[in-house]
């Protein structure tokens, strides 16, 4: 055999004898070699061996440009943006009013655990609102990671700390018994009832306004929670957990069925608290209640309240009936406690349809009521 070529990257040689051409290279710290055929010319043997060539990793291309925020945002809006209406407008307004004003023209790059903590810093917000920018900023550095805009690296905005992130700037109202019996003796319907609903199973005010005559199974006694309603548009509920099956005690159901009766809209696909302004197409809208809320709130001598107060006394009276805190946990539907919740399975129903029934009766006598055997 005559070598008739060398290179770095191999060589071709023939036999004199056959007037075959063959290949051999190294690769992974070893020889190769190839049969190629016969060839008139070294050029055309070794232009066939290129193919058996093994190619060294080409870097890839890098963007020419990381985007801006601006323009990042953009995109992120048409593939990665929340879904759910409430979320979808709480992270629209974040970033309109706060995120883009300030880093609209910045490359994404540029934006830093340093410079975003200093800014966070300097806004009059309560440290809840400095997270949930936070949250949005480090998505969008998540999205251009994805997006392979930049490359894979550690997001700096989880270097990112906010002060006081743990700590309540308003400390949750909750009512007492009292409170709450004298709140709803001034309230008119269909308020009073939406009350009830609210305190005895925990709802936020989305999620009972959202309430259909469909949703309660009569004969089951129990309750469908599986849409929320805000800002009169209706949408899915906060979290999968949020989506449950309740039982519903007898006191509660009548009281129901008293209102089925006074009602004009009580067809099972109308809304339980549908507005007469919207003809039933609608329920009350949010601002509606929380109007007639803070009057009977100033009726009773109550000051400021909100409609979530109900869901903190809701948590407040299950404990102060001796629930266990699993059966708590299950009855708040709480998306962020699903471990805790699977220890107990299916085995508190029980339990917790007992823990509703003494909350109904505190609601409405004042007194706890024990569960009725089914």
């Known amino acids: 055999m005559r070598r008739e070529s060398k290179s770095t990257t191999g060589s071709v040689v023939k036999d004199r004898r056959s007037q075959i051409w063959q290949f051999f290279w190294w690769a992974d710290g070893r020889r190769h070699s190839k049969t190629l055929g016969r060839f008139p010319t070294k050029t055309a043997a070794w232009n066939a061996a290129q193919q058996f060539r093994v190619q060294p990793p080409q870097p890839k291309p890098q963007p020419s440009s990381v985007p801006t925020v601006a323009a990042l945002v953009e995109q992120y809006r048409k593939e990665k943006m929340p879904t759910r209406h409430d979320t979808r407008g709480g992270y629209e307004s974040w970033l309109r009013v706060y995120i883009l004003p300030r880093w609209a023209k910045t490359q994404l790059t540029e934006l830093q655990a340093r410079p975003v903590e200093m800014w966070l810093d300097s806004l009059s917000l309560a440290p809840k609102s400095k997270v949930h920018i936070r949250g949005i900023l480090s998505s969008l550095w998540n999205y251009a990671m994805w997006k392979q805009d930049i490359p894979m690296q550690v997001n700096p905005i989880t270097l990112v700390t906010v002060k006081g992130a743990s700590k309540r700037v308003r400390q949750p109202r909750s009512l007492t018994v009292e409170q709450f019996r004298l709140l709803v003796s001034h309230l008119r319907e269909p308020f009073n009832t939406l009350a009830l609903m609210c305190v005895c199973f925990g709802l936020r005010i989305s999620e009972a306004l959202a309430l259909k005559w469909a949703d309660i199974d009569w004969l089951n006694r129990t309750l469908r929670v599986e849409r929320g309603i805000v800002q009169q548009i209706v949408d899915d509920v906060k979290t999968d957990d949020s989506r449950k099956t309740l039982t519903i005690s007898d006191d509660l159901l009548n009281v129901l069925k008293v209102w089925k009766q006074k009602t004009q809209f009580s067809a099972n696909e109308d809304w339980i608290f549908a507005s007469p302004v919207q003809v039933g197409r609608l329920p009350y809208s949010y601002t509606g209640v929380k109007q007639e809320l803070q009057r009977a709130a100033d009726a009773a001598s109550l000051g400021h309240l909100r409609s979530h107060a109900f869901r903190h ?51 409405l006598n004042g007194t706890e009521t024990a569960r009725k055997p089914v």
Do not use: E, F
């Open 313 to 363: 006394t809701y948590r407040t009276w299950l404990d102060s009936v001796g629930t266990p805190v699993g059966v708590q946990q299950r009855l708040m539907r709480h998306a962020d406690i699903r471990t805790t919740m699977n220890i107990y399975g299916d085995a508190v129903t029980a339990d917790m349809a007992d823990a509703h029934g003494k909350i109904v009766g505190l609601a």
